[in-house]
């Protein structure tokens, strides 16, 4: 993606985010970066197509991470071995570097911001929010704790494992200090040595 389409996709979020997405115009975006709506155009055809680059940005950064950290990236039916081959340490690293990146990443980060202010106002939002942070993510864990204990209700496990990460989030984000975010990541790698 050449650099006017990434600084249009990083303004547009960026304005996403504090207005929503129906607050938020195409003469918006290009006022935003000194642009006239027709340069835009030029690169966008329309807000629709802005927020579908936005979507397709973070599939390819989610699966990115995935494959980095050695955990599945596709859903459990297309790639069945990779969630028998997934470890508790390849969880455990993914999870603390899915949690830096939705906290760190300005990206991520609002793109969460976007999802969350426009879950209660539209469907397809919503359904991103339950991809994303909610049912999603607790179908994939299901999986891989299905294939790491046996034994145990994954559902319970996946429930018990996510729980406390959105409530970390927050408390990283707002830390005004080093020794804060310490303090939040010293309570995420507690949590994550217990459970794994």
């Keep these: 993606m050449g650099k006017a389409k990434e600084r249009i996709l990083q303004a547009a979020l960026r304005l996403f985010a504090q207005r ?18 027709p340069a835009l155009y030029a690169h966008f055809a329309s807000k629709q197509e802005v927020l ?17 950290s050695g955990v599945p ?35 991520a980060a609002l793109f969460r911001r976007l999802l969350t202010i426009e879950q209660s106002r539209d469907a397809r939002f ?17 999986d891989l704790f299905r294939e790491l204990f046996p034994q ?18 927050e408390p990283y984000g707002n830390a005004s200090t080093k020794k804060e975010k310490r303090q939040v990541l010293q309570a995420l790698k507690d949590h994550l040595a217990r459970f794994l």
């Design 52 to 68: 579908e680059a936005i979507l397709h940005r973070m599939e390819e950064r989610d699966g990115e991470m995935a494959q980095g």
């Design 126 to 142: 919503a359904a991103l929010y339950q991809q994303y942070f909610g049912k999603g993510v607790l179908k994939y864990l299901e």
């Design 152 to 169: 145990e209700d994954p559902q319970r496990l996946a429930l018990a494992f996510y729980a406390p990460l959105p409530f970390l989030w």
């Design 73 to 107: 990236a596709m859903p459990k039916g297309q790639d069945p071995d990779a969630y028998r081959k997934t470890g508790r340490r390849q969880l455990a690293k993914f999870t603390r570097e899915i949690f830096l990146y939705w906290a760190e990443d300005d990206f």
């Design 20 to 37: 929503g997405f129906q607050g938020v115009s195409v003469r918006d975006i290009a006022q935003a970066l000194d642009l006239t709506p």
